[in-house]
Protein backbone atom coordinates (compact mmCIF):
# COMPACT_ATOMS: atom_id res chain seq x y z
CA UNK A 1 0.00 0.00 0.00
CA UNK A 2 1.75 3.09 -0.78
CA UNK A 3 -0.80 5.81 -0.26
CA UNK A 4 -1.78 8.96 1.12
CA UNK A 5 -5.31 9.08 1.56
CA UNK A 6 -6.84 12.73 2.74
CA UNK A 7 -10.40 13.56 4.10
CA UNK A 8 -12.08 15.75 3.17
CA UNK A 9 -11.69 16.32 -0.22
CA UNK A 10 -13.58 19.15 -0.24
CA UNK A 11 -14.31 21.67 2.52
CA UNK A 12 -16.01 24.89 2.64
CA UNK A 13 -15.77 26.94 5.76
CA UNK A 14 -16.99 30.60 7.14
CA UNK A 15 -14.47 32.56 8.66
CA UNK A 16 -16.23 31.64 12.63
CA UNK A 17 -15.94 28.14 11.79
CA UNK A 18 -13.20 25.32 13.42
CA UNK A 19 -12.71 22.13 11.06
CA UNK A 20 -9.76 19.76 10.83
CA UNK A 21 -8.08 18.06 7.65
CA UNK A 22 -6.85 14.36 8.30
CA UNK A 23 -4.34 12.64 6.57
CA UNK A 24 -3.63 8.78 7.12
CA UNK A 25 -0.96 6.41 5.47
CA UNK A 26 -0.10 3.21 6.27
CA UNK A 27 3.42 2.78 4.82
CA UNK A 28 5.22 2.75 8.23
CA UNK A 29 6.46 6.27 7.38
CA UNK A 30 7.82 8.25 10.29
CA UNK A 31 7.80 11.82 8.44
CA UNK A 32 4.65 13.48 7.53
CA UNK A 33 4.14 17.03 5.74
CA UNK A 34 1.45 19.61 5.52
CA UNK A 35 1.69 21.70 2.19
CA UNK A 36 -0.28 24.74 1.05
CA UNK A 37 -1.22 25.40 -2.81
CA UNK A 38 -3.08 27.89 -3.98
CA UNK A 39 -3.94 28.33 -7.30
CA UNK A 40 -1.66 28.34 -10.26
CA UNK A 41 1.65 28.34 -7.73
CA UNK A 42 3.80 25.60 -6.47
CA UNK A 43 3.45 23.65 -3.36
CA UNK A 44 4.86 25.17 -0.34
CA UNK A 45 5.90 23.63 3.14
CA UNK A 46 3.76 24.47 6.42
CA UNK A 47 5.26 21.72 8.61
CA UNK A 48 7.05 18.43 9.45
CA UNK A 49 6.76 16.02 11.91
CA UNK A 50 9.30 13.25 12.67
CA UNK A 51 8.24 10.69 14.72
CA UNK A 52 5.26 12.33 15.93
CA UNK A 53 7.41 15.24 17.32
CA UNK A 54 6.65 18.57 15.36
CA UNK A 55 10.37 19.71 13.56
CA UNK A 56 9.41 22.21 11.48
CA UNK A 57 6.89 25.02 11.28
CA UNK A 58 7.64 27.25 8.36
CA UNK A 59 6.27 30.75 10.11
CA UNK A 60 2.69 29.30 9.80
CA UNK A 61 0.14 31.69 11.23
CA UNK A 62 -1.58 30.00 14.78
CA UNK A 63 -5.11 29.75 13.13
CA UNK A 64 -3.32 26.60 11.64
CA UNK A 65 -2.39 24.01 14.11
CA UNK A 66 -1.05 20.60 13.26
CA UNK A 67 -1.49 17.37 15.55
CA UNK A 68 0.33 14.14 15.31
CA UNK A 69 -1.46 11.65 17.22
CA UNK A 70 0.01 8.34 15.88
CA UNK A 71 2.83 7.28 13.29
CA UNK A 72 -0.02 6.86 10.93
CA UNK A 73 -2.34 10.49 10.88
CA UNK A 74 -1.88 13.67 10.77
CA UNK A 75 -4.65 16.56 11.29
CA UNK A 76 -4.44 20.12 10.30
CA UNK A 77 -7.16 21.78 12.54
CA UNK A 78 -8.22 25.45 11.61
CA UNK A 79 -9.73 27.82 13.27
CA UNK A 80 -11.21 31.63 12.43
CA UNK A 81 -9.71 31.25 8.56
CA UNK A 82 -9.48 34.07 6.12
CA UNK A 83 -10.36 33.90 2.86
CA UNK A 84 -6.74 34.15 1.41
CA UNK A 85 -6.26 30.51 3.31
CA UNK A 86 -8.45 29.02 0.62
CA UNK A 87 -5.95 27.16 -1.28
CA UNK A 88 -5.78 23.31 -1.89
CA UNK A 89 -3.82 21.72 1.13
CA UNK A 90 -1.96 18.69 0.64
CA UNK A 91 -0.15 16.10 2.75
CA UNK A 92 2.74 14.21 2.43
CA UNK A 93 4.96 11.09 3.46
CA UNK A 94 8.39 9.92 3.63
CA UNK A 95 10.08 6.77 5.44
CA UNK A 96 11.75 9.26 7.50
CA UNK A 97 13.65 12.70 7.05
CA UNK A 98 16.82 11.17 6.00
CA UNK A 99 17.84 12.88 2.46
CA UNK A 100 17.60 10.33 0.44
CA UNK A 101 14.04 9.20 0.79
CA UNK A 102 11.37 9.45 -1.49
CA UNK A 103 8.38 12.14 -0.36
CA UNK A 104 4.87 10.76 -0.96
CA UNK A 105 1.71 12.96 -1.71
CA UNK A 106 -2.06 12.68 -1.38
CA UNK A 107 -4.75 13.68 -3.47
CA UNK A 108 -5.16 17.05 -1.27
CA UNK A 109 -8.04 18.54 0.72
CA UNK A 110 -9.29 21.19 -1.47
CA UNK A 111 -10.38 24.29 1.22
CA UNK A 112 -12.33 27.42 0.62
CA UNK A 113 -12.84 29.96 3.18
CA UNK A 114 -16.18 32.13 2.56
CA UNK B 1 17.28 30.90 -0.49
CA UNK B 2 16.52 28.10 -2.78
CA UNK B 3 14.91 29.67 -6.14
CA UNK B 4 13.80 27.07 -8.46
CA UNK B 5 12.93 28.22 -12.08
CA UNK B 6 10.98 25.62 -14.68
CA UNK B 7 11.41 26.26 -18.65
CA UNK B 8 9.09 26.62 -20.44
CA UNK B 9 6.24 27.75 -18.52
CA UNK B 10 3.97 25.93 -20.98
CA UNK B 11 3.95 23.63 -23.68
CA UNK B 12 1.98 21.83 -26.55
CA UNK B 13 2.45 19.37 -28.89
CA UNK B 14 1.65 16.73 -31.13
CA UNK B 15 1.14 13.44 -29.68
CA UNK B 16 4.55 11.12 -30.70
CA UNK B 17 7.22 13.45 -29.87
CA UNK B 18 9.87 13.91 -27.82
CA UNK B 19 10.33 16.44 -25.33
CA UNK B 20 12.12 17.78 -22.55
CA UNK B 21 11.33 20.06 -19.55
CA UNK B 22 14.28 22.02 -17.93
CA UNK B 23 14.55 22.58 -14.32
CA UNK B 24 17.15 25.05 -12.87
CA UNK B 25 18.02 26.25 -9.50
CA UNK B 26 20.11 28.39 -7.60
CA UNK B 27 21.30 26.77 -4.89
CA UNK B 28 23.57 23.53 -5.59
CA UNK B 29 23.90 22.54 -2.33
CA UNK B 30 21.14 19.34 -2.44
CA UNK B 31 20.84 16.09 -1.50
CA UNK B 32 18.45 14.84 -4.45
CA UNK B 33 15.78 16.14 -7.07
CA UNK B 34 12.35 14.86 -7.37
CA UNK B 35 10.32 15.25 -10.37
CA UNK B 36 6.54 14.79 -9.85
CA UNK B 37 3.52 15.72 -12.32
CA UNK B 38 -0.06 17.41 -11.26
CA UNK B 39 -3.00 17.08 -12.67
CA UNK B 40 -5.77 19.80 -12.70
CA UNK B 41 -6.57 19.87 -8.90
CA UNK B 42 -5.18 16.56 -7.89
CA UNK B 43 -2.16 15.65 -5.71
CA UNK B 44 1.40 15.33 -6.56
CA UNK B 45 2.49 11.54 -8.46
CA UNK B 46 6.51 11.03 -7.99
CA UNK B 47 7.90 10.29 -11.28
CA UNK B 48 11.60 9.81 -10.82
CA UNK B 49 14.38 10.49 -7.69
CA UNK B 50 17.43 11.31 -8.65
CA UNK B 51 20.20 11.26 -5.47
CA UNK B 52 23.00 13.67 -5.97
CA UNK B 53 25.40 11.22 -6.40
CA UNK B 54 23.29 10.19 -9.38
CA UNK B 55 23.43 11.62 -12.95
CA UNK B 56 20.29 10.13 -14.39
CA UNK B 57 17.33 7.81 -13.55
CA UNK B 58 14.72 6.22 -15.98
CA UNK B 59 11.20 4.94 -15.93
CA UNK B 60 9.57 3.26 -18.66
CA UNK B 61 9.47 6.73 -21.40
CA UNK B 62 10.82 9.08 -18.86
CA UNK B 63 14.36 9.85 -18.21
CA UNK B 64 15.63 12.47 -15.68
CA UNK B 65 19.29 14.20 -15.21
CA UNK B 66 20.90 15.95 -12.65
CA UNK B 67 24.22 18.10 -13.60
CA UNK B 68 24.51 19.75 -9.90
CA UNK B 69 27.17 21.69 -10.36
CA UNK B 70 25.32 23.95 -13.21
CA UNK B 71 21.96 23.67 -10.70
CA UNK B 72 20.21 22.01 -13.51
CA UNK B 73 17.78 18.71 -14.30
CA UNK B 74 15.95 18.01 -17.17
CA UNK B 75 13.47 15.70 -17.97
CA UNK B 76 12.77 13.75 -21.13
CA UNK B 77 9.73 12.32 -22.18
CA UNK B 78 9.80 9.95 -25.22
CA UNK B 79 6.90 9.38 -27.38
CA UNK B 80 4.62 11.69 -25.71
CA UNK B 81 0.85 10.27 -25.59
CA UNK B 82 -2.44 12.47 -24.60
CA UNK B 83 -2.06 10.53 -20.79
CA UNK B 84 0.74 12.36 -20.23
CA UNK B 85 -0.76 15.87 -20.43
CA UNK B 86 0.00 17.53 -16.85
CA UNK B 87 1.99 20.08 -14.86
CA UNK B 88 5.75 18.30 -14.11
CA UNK B 89 7.41 20.18 -11.01
CA UNK B 90 10.90 19.58 -9.95
CA UNK B 91 11.87 19.96 -6.69
CA UNK B 92 15.09 20.03 -5.37
CA UNK B 93 15.56 18.98 -1.80
CA UNK B 94 18.04 20.21 1.30
CA UNK B 95 17.89 18.85 4.31
CA UNK B 96 17.43 21.75 7.27
CA UNK B 97 19.18 22.00 10.31
CA UNK B 98 16.91 20.52 12.01
CA UNK B 99 17.58 17.30 10.38
CA UNK B 100 14.29 17.21 8.18
CA UNK B 101 14.30 17.28 4.28
CA UNK B 102 12.58 20.41 2.40
CA UNK B 103 11.55 20.48 -1.22
CA UNK B 104 11.00 23.43 -3.29
CA UNK B 105 9.05 23.56 -5.78
CA UNK B 106 9.74 24.87 -9.50
CA UNK B 107 6.19 26.91 -10.72
CA UNK B 108 5.73 23.90 -13.18
CA UNK B 109 5.70 23.35 -16.73
CA UNK B 110 2.07 23.23 -18.02
CA UNK B 111 2.26 20.28 -20.70
CA UNK B 112 -0.04 19.72 -23.11
CA UNK B 113 -0.13 16.58 -25.98
CA UNK B 114 -2.59 17.20 -28.61
CA UNK B 115 -3.83 13.96 -30.46
Known amino acids: DTEVTQTPKHLVMGMTNKKSLKCEQH?????MYWYKQKAKKPPELMFV???????INESVPSRFSPECPNSSLLNLHLHALQPEDSALYLC?????????????FGPGTRLTVT | KQEVTQIPAALSVPEGENLVLNCSFT??????LQWFRQDPGKGLTSLLL?????REQTSGRLNASLDKSSGRSTLYIAASQPGDSATYLC??????????????FGQGTRLTINP
Open chain 1, 49 to 55: YSYEKLS
Open chain 1, 92 to 104: ASSPSTAFLVEQY
Open chain 2, 27 to 32: DSAIYN
Open chain 1, 27 to 31: MGHRA
Open chain 2, 91 to 104: APMKVRSQGAQKLV
Open chain 2, 50 to 54: IQSSQ
